[in-house]
């Protein structure tokens, strides 16, 4: 577990771009951009407490940062919204991301291989249902280099986001 301002300093080492700030950061957990305290720390007196985050939130920030100069913020959340209800869990991890990526892939290639599908308003839906499949595609190969940047920038094996 990870408190924000510490992820923050560390994902700055992973992104190309600017970092934004703590508040920024926060407000993209709000929105569902990043996964939200799964503990709290206490600073005991009047220090108040400080959220903890998973490890995977240093991948998580640097894969929206590189992410957003091609898609908004209500895509990247859907997209990872849609990633998430086929798991278990609602971590997103090293452990299941390359489960999830074939999945991804053979929607891609029955995408391509429509087969009966001709009828009106068809291909609009599989056109539709292409691109979101592309953008899931696209961020779950963005996360799974920066969790293994975030690995050696933590000087951690990839183990400790599963």
């Excluded at 926060?26 to 959220?51: F, N, P, Q």
């Excluded at 086929?86 to 391509?112: A, C, G, H, V």
Aim: aromatic share 8%.
């Amino acid at each position: 577990m990870i408190d924000l301002k510490t992820a923050r300093d560390k994902a700055d080492k992973l992104a190309d771009n600017e970092m934004p700030a703590l508040s920024s950061l926060r407000r993209w957990i709000s929105r569902g951009l990043l996964s939200g305290t799964i503990d709290y720390s206490e600073k005991g007196r009047a220090g108040g407490r400080v959220g903890l985050y998973p490890d995977s939130i240093v991948a998580e920030i640097a894969t929206v940062i590189a992410l957003k100069n091609r898609y908004n913020h209500k895509e990247i959340v859907e997209v990872r919204e849609n990633i998430i209800s086929d798991l278990d869990t609602k971590q997103i991890n090293s452990k299941n991301i390359k489960e999830i990526l074939k999945k991804r892939y053979i929607k891609l290639e029955k995408l391509f291989n429509p087969g009966d599908r001709s009828g009106p308003g068809e291909m609009e839906e599989t056109e539709n249902l292409f691109r979101q499949t592309f953008k899931e595609k696209d961020y779950l190969e963005t996360y799974q280099y920066y969790i293994k940047k975030a690995a050696e920038v933590m000087n951690q094996d990839e183990k400790i986001f599963q």
